[in-house]
């Protein structure tokens, strides 16, 4: 495995020669764990408003770090 810096990311060649950014790995992983979470428990019962706030408030939260990572260090691709 393969780590060099790149723009200030972490970044890891995988085997196809592709190189990632670890930290929006990071971020992507974040965004995806909110995602299922709000549905996980949405299926199990139903939210409260305040829970169904929190959920999404955290799942924007996650989706404005991967853009400010996105514009700030032009790493997506
Ligand atoms: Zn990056």
Redesign the pocket.
């Known amino acids: 495995m393969l780590f060099v810096v790149f ?1 200030r ?1 972490f970044v890891r060649g995988d085997s196809n020669g592709v190189l990632s ?1 670890l ?2 790995e990071r971020l992507e992983q974040e965004l995806t764990e909110a995602r299922s979470r709000g549905r996980n428990l949405s299926r199990l019962r139903n939210l409260t408003p305040f829970e169904r706030a929190a959920l999404e408030g955290r799942e924007r939260g996650a989706q404005a770090r991967l853009k400010d ?1 996105d514009a700030e ?1 032009g ?1 997506q691709r």
């Open positions: 723009n990311c950014c930290e929006r990572h260090h790493c």
